[in-house]
């Protein structure tokens, strides 16, 4: 709870705590008169501001000793608490105020030192009941808030593994393909090189924060898709479509390459009569990405399946009931349906 916050809140018990008689009788009575009338007695105010005062007293003393599990000193301070009231209400209200206006609260049988004690001793109890209330909720907010704030680490936290997780799972493929083509002396690592060196930096970089345009994550795709190329030595087939307004919209950072990923390792991106679909399209803030491939007789490598699993906890993470994910596998072909709330 935050310290504005926290001045309304305590405000607001104050008012209920005097007005409630009042504002229920406002909403059950038609023609109800508030009496201001009661406030004009002195010892009204005196009541108010004892009330008022001993109270956060009292919240003082809990704060201090109850959450520590100190409760000798708990006990010692709410004892001196009660005691201070008890004499600086009697000096106050029976010793100043008579000696200034001739006026007493309490009437002279009931100013005998016994019932004067254990009569201000039931208000200390209500007062103790009001700071139990008011520490209560204050507890309330501030675990909430330190929940909330714990939460929010640990899904940073988890991201954060996931994501350099994906990463060296990237790397590890994409060196692997240069290294196929310099055993083979290609003309075409330079570029393969270099397609390398400006995905690293995005990733390095770029995806460190939490969200990223989505027209620069489409850039890297690309950028990844023309890699991957590199890989045939004959011509590929991909059909790599986006629609809809990409300039304005933010996404989190490495969230679509696993598809494409998966895509290029397991499947057959050189039929024409089964191209490679990647299409990307967004409606205001609704995106839908699909990616359908034919699947490759090949075998499965064992570190395969890693980006999709981490795909898949980072969106749980990321985007909680604002993602659908389907997966549908048959003999011939693998498609991957993604729609987020951006």
Do not use: A, C, P
């Given at each position: 709870m935050r310290r504005r916050q926290q001045i309304i809140f305590h405000v607001l018990f104050w008012?209920?705590?005097?007005f409630n008689g009042d504002i229920l009788s406002l909403i059950g009575k038609k023609n109800y008169q508030f009496a201001w009338e009661r406030f004009q007695s002195l010892f009204v105010w005196t009541?108010?501001?004892f009330t008022i005062l001993f109270t956060y007293?009292?919240?003082y003393v809990l704060n201090r000793y109850f959450s520590t599990k100190q409760y000798l000193k708990l006990s010692i301070g709410l004892v001196a608490v009660s005691a201070t009231y008890i004499?600086?209400?009697?000096?106050?209200?029976?010793?100043?105020?008579?000696?200034?206006?001739?006026?007493?609260?309490?009437?002279?049988?009931?100013?005998?030192?016994?019932?004067?004690?254990?009569?201000n001793m039931y208000n200390v109890i209500g007062y103790l009941f009001n700071a139990v209330f008011l520490k209560m909720i204050e507890d309330f907010f501030v675990n909430e808030k330190e929940k909330n704030t714990?939460?929010?680490?640990k899904l940073n936290a988890e991201n954060a593994?996931?994501?350099?997780?994906l990463n060296p799972h990237f790397l590890?493929?994409?060196?692997?393909?240069?290294?196929?083509?310099t055993l083979n002396q290609s003309p075409k690592a330079p570029e393969a090189v270099m397609k390398l060196s400006e995905l690293m930096r995005y990733m390095l970089y770029e995806s460190n924060q939490n969200k990223v345009s989505l027209e620069t994550e489409l850039a890297y795709l690309k950028n990844f898709i023309e890699l991957q190329k590199l890989r045939y030595s004959g011509q590929t087939y991909v059909d790599f479509r986006v629609s809809g307004n990409v300039q304005t919209q933010l996404i989190a950072p490495l969230m679509l390459i696993p598809f494409v990923e998966n895509a290029f390792k397991h499947g057959n991106v050189q039929d024409p009569a089964h191209p490679l679909l990647i299409h990307l399209s967004v409606n205001q803030n609704q995106l839908s990405f699909t990616v359908q491939n034919q699947q490759a007789n090949q075998n499965k490598d064992p570190y395969g399946g890693v980006g999709l699993e981490n795909i898949k906890k980072r969106l749980m993470l990321i985007y909680p009931g604002n993602h659908n994910l389907d997966i549908q596998i048959n003999s011939n072909s693998y498609l991957s349906e993604l729609n987020l709330i951006l």
């Open positions: 008012l209920f705590f005097y009541s108010i501001t007293l009292l919240l004499f600086t209400r009697y000096m106050v209200e029976e010793v100043l105020i008579w000696h200034w206006l001739g006026k007493h609260n309490y009437s002279e049988e009931s100013r005998r030192l016994l019932f004067y004690i254990t009569d714990l939460l929010g680490e593994f996931l994501k350099n997780q590890f493929n994409t060196l692997n393909n240069i290294y196929s083509l």
